[in-house]
């Protein structure tokens, strides 16, 4: 049962998150589910929007020393979500602070501290493992830091194959056609639109399930012209 004065520390990575209030509340109901009952007080709240991978911290420099300044105990709500945040858990370690995770009430400077290690020691495997992946992309051919990412040599060979079976289809399409056409201008069609009218007439559709329309029809003209 909590008892004391307490300052909540809230975190989101973006400010859209922020704006919104996605993930604040999942927080702010895990601090206060965790504070139900007891004696106990909330000096104030503290939302801080950063990312993890920033050092500076204003808002939880600044609900630390408003910790100390209430002697107040800071409240988080899941320490599990910040486990890999190591300038989080440094700070909290060497604050002189005491502090409570509502997920892990039982943790303390020990766990803190462990955790910090593991935690960095993780960001810098995961730089290396970027590094090398991006390594690898770029050997494949891979264009990286431009706005959109280049298809390697076979990602264009399979575009390629698709689109050809792709106007393969459509030119079968066509020739299939071509023989109602024949029969619709014999019978006096003259214009596209006589002819669409004419296929839908026949209880033809296009490719897609669609009635025809005179765009459609010109494009199976060109393909059978062409052919």
Not at 157 to 185: M, T, V, Y
């Amino acid at each position: 049962m909590a008892e004391g004065r307490f300052v909540s520390y809230l975190r989101v990575s973006t400010k859209r998150q922020g704006d919104s209030g996605l993930g604040l509340e999942g927080q702010r109901k895990a601090v206060t589910d965790f504070l139900n009952g007891g004696a106990w007080s909330l000096v104030t709240e503290v939302v801080e929007v950063e990312s993890g991978k920033r050092n500076d911290r204003p808002k939880l420099t600044e609900a630390l020393r408003l910790c100390r300044l209430h002697n107040a105990t800071l409240v988080i709500a899941k320490l599990d979500r910040l486990s890999r945040d190591a300038h989080f858990l440094l700070g909290l370690q060497r604050a002189g602070v005491c502090f409570v995770a509502a997920d892990m009430p039982e943790a303390n400077e020990m766990v803190v501290g462990i955790m910090a290690v593991v935690a960095q020691a993780e960001r810098k495997m995961i730089s290396s493992r970027t590094k090398v992946a991006l390594a690898a992309a770029k050997e494949r051919g891979v264009k990286l830091g431009g706005p959109t990412h280049h298809l390697p040599a076979q990602a264009g060979k399979a575009a390629a194959a698709s689109a050809s079976i792709r106007s393969g289809r459509a030119q079968s399409r066509a020739d299939d056609l071509a023989r109602d056409i024949a029969e619709l201008r014999t019978e006096g069609a003259v214009s596209l639109r006589d002819l669409a009218a004419g296929l839908g007439q026949r209880g033809l559709t296009t490719p897609r399930g669609t009635a025809w329309t005179a765009t459609a029809v010109r494009r199976v003209l060109t393909r059978i012209e062409a052919a």
